[in-house]
């Protein structure tokens, strides 16, 4: 069975074949630690599958770009959007615009937040919900 599935996800025999001993040796790894696994055949077909995709993600990873894919040219209309939030960001109360220019930045974990300022965990979260609601209000009016 996981070796019929397996030719079905690679290109040749040898790399089912490889598919198959490196999921077999992931079960055998969870039976050794212990873990439960309610419906083997199930879970064995899982295991094969999410095998294979980690398999075509590294392939994926190591080919090289061709001259076109190089580069790729920013949405513009996603780049109007992003700059029209930043212009609101900045008519914000100062305490507010600080949380939502680190938000921007790419931190989103409220515990991670009070920590960089300081604040309390609450007082960030409502400072937060603050401003997304008026940073909405804001655009929403703009889009009329």
Known sequence: MLTRRARRLTRSHSAADDLVQETLLRL??????????????????????????????????????EEDHATVQPEAPMRLDCADALRVIETLPRDQADLMRLVAGGESSPARLAKLTGLPQGTVMSRLSRARARLRRELEGEME
Do not use: C, F, H, V
Request: proline fraction near 5%; avoid cysteine.
């Open 28 to 65: 055998i790894q969870r039976a050794r630690r212990g873990g439960p696994i309610d419906d083997l055949p199930a879970y064995a077909m899982r295991t094969l599958t999410n095998q294979a995709r980690m398999s075509w993600r590294r392939a994926s990873d190591t080919e090289e770009l």
